[in-house]
């Protein structure tokens, strides 16, 4: 070390002696001789060591690093239980917009194009089996439990599982969409859903205008939905984790009239995420199919995610999602109420089309995710509708969700 010291200290010697007149006195201005003088040219040494070896720092890993840092610091500093009867911490609208501004809509294309791309045959296991160890998965439900068969990853999310590992429950009115772990759960309070506890988001941005429906101003947005003063609205979430079942099903025999496609973010929808992010699942992309059950209005909302920007509805073949370009606040919407010969052949592998739009049975399989993501029901029901549910338990698809 003291040779490394010296060599430096000659070094920087040397660099002093060949500046002009007026830098070195520059240099000299305020220096103490004698021991101090000595101790000054050796901590010049050692910064001169430390310029050497550390590269020039660049803009961008520099903001990076640094907004990364804050962000840890905020949540480190965050982490204590709030007192009893606070309401939760949510982000600041300025870490929602530096979230908002990362890549994510570039990375799940990324992503999506990673997952066509064909493995070895070799390749397939290793890949497969460090998944299906990281994730939990459970490959004796696959249709194929042979890892060799998937060709690319995602073939593997997708698959297909044994008819008889998801018996649907007959006790219940409305059976669980997906496998996941249930969120959130309960009636809708003043056109406010919660997407976790204390933590809630519009129904009316989440859905969009209703049209067609009546637009008296004295109503509320939840009223003009409920087609009986004797119902009431109610809604629950399922969040797919990366190891679940990536499809989602039919909850109960409705009727889909309407899908509007909401182009948006593709921000993360784990717990962690949708504590913090308050209207998280109306700034994200989703696909919201909405119609009638037996007791009025039902809707399914696929929510898109970080690297779950592919949804897949069965029946609907134009449907695209993550788009390069899209414009802030915008939806599309296509109605099923006026069949073209297109709807019509592509309902038979999703459900029965007729003329009021296309039909779904309890447990049909309705479309599916890249990864994992969220499912959200809104449905109207009578007031005695009660769940048969504890936030945060598992859940597996064609399980009851509640009962009359």
């Given at each position: ?22 830098q070195q006195r520059l240099l000299n201005t305020g220096v103490p001789s004698g021991p101090r003088r000595s101790v000054f040219q050796m901590v010049c040494s050692v910064l001169e060591i430390c310029r050497s070896f550390l590269p020039r720092p660049r803009t961008l890993p520099l903001l990076l690093v640094t907004g990364g840092g804050y962000l840890g610091y905020q949540h480190y500093k965050g982490r204590g239980q709030p007192e009893e009867g606070a309401p939760p911490r949510t982000a600041t609208p300025t870490q929602v917009a ?188 989703r696909v919201a199919l909405s119609g009638q059950w037996q007791h009025g209005f039902f809707s399914l909302t696929a929510v898109g995610a970080t690297n779950v920007g592919s949804i897949r509805v069965y029946f609907d073949q134009d449907l695209q999602t993550n788009a390069p ?80």
């Amino acid at each position: 070390m003291a040779a490394v010291l010296r060599r430096a200290c000659s070094g920087v010697s040397s660099r002093v002696s060949s500046l002009s007149y007026s830098q070195q006195r520059l240099l000299n201005t305020g220096v103490p001789s004698g021991p101090r003088r000595s101790v000054f040219q050796m901590v010049c040494s050692v910064l001169e060591i430390c310029r050497s070896f550390l590269p020039r720092p660049r803009t961008l890993p520099l903001l990076l690093v640094t907004g990364g840092g804050y962000l840890g610091y905020q949540h480190y500093k965050g982490r204590g239980q709030p007192e009893e009867g606070a309401p939760p911490r949510t982000a600041t609208p300025t870490q929602v917009a530096l979230y908002h501004s990362f890549p994510t809509r570039l990375l799940s294309r990324a992503w999506g194009r990673l997952n066509g791309v064909e493995l070895p045959t070799w390749l397939r296991k290793p890949v497969y089996s460090l998944y299906i160890w990281t994730f939990g998965v459970n490959m004796q439900e696959a249709a194929v439990e042979d890892l060799h068969h998937y060709r690319n990853l995602g073939e593997f999310f997708r698959r297909q599982l044994k008819p008889a590992v998801r018996p649907l429950c007959a006790s219940s009115c409305l059976i669980s969409p997906a496998d996941g772990r249930i969120l959130h759960f309960g009636r809708v309070q003043n056109s406010q859903v919660e997407q976790v506890k204390g933590v809630t988001y519009s129904l009316e941005h989440f859905l969009g205008p209703q049209r067609g429906r009546s637009q008296d101003a004295s109503r509320s947005f939840q009223d003009l939905l409920l087609s009986s003063p004797q119902n009431d609205l109610f809604h629950v979430v399922v969040y797919l984790a990366p190891g679940d079942y990536h499809c989602f099903h039919s909850p109960t025999d409705w009727r889909v009239e309407l899908r509007r496609h909401f182009p948006g973010s593709l921000m993360s929808v784990n717990p962690g995420v949708a504590r913090l992010v308050k209207e998280l699942f109306c700034l994200n992309e989703r696909v919201a199919l909405s119609g009638q059950w037996q007791h009025g209005f039902f809707s399914l909302t696929a929510v898109g995610a970080t690297n779950v920007g592919s949804i897949r509805v069965y029946f609907d073949q134009d449907l695209q999602t993550n788009a390069p370009r899209y414009s802030k606040g915008s939806f599309h919407d296509r109605s099923y109420v006026a069949l073209d010969d297109q709807v019509l052949k592509a309902a038979d592998e999703g459900g029965v089309a007729s003329g009021e739009g296309v039909v779904l049975q309890r447990g049909a399989a309705v479309g599916e995710f890249n990864l994992g993501s969220t499912i959200v029901l809104l449905f109207e029901a009578p007031k005695d509708f009660s769940f048969d549910l504890q936030p945060g338990q598992k859940i597996r698809v064609g399980e009851g969700l509640g009962s009359l």
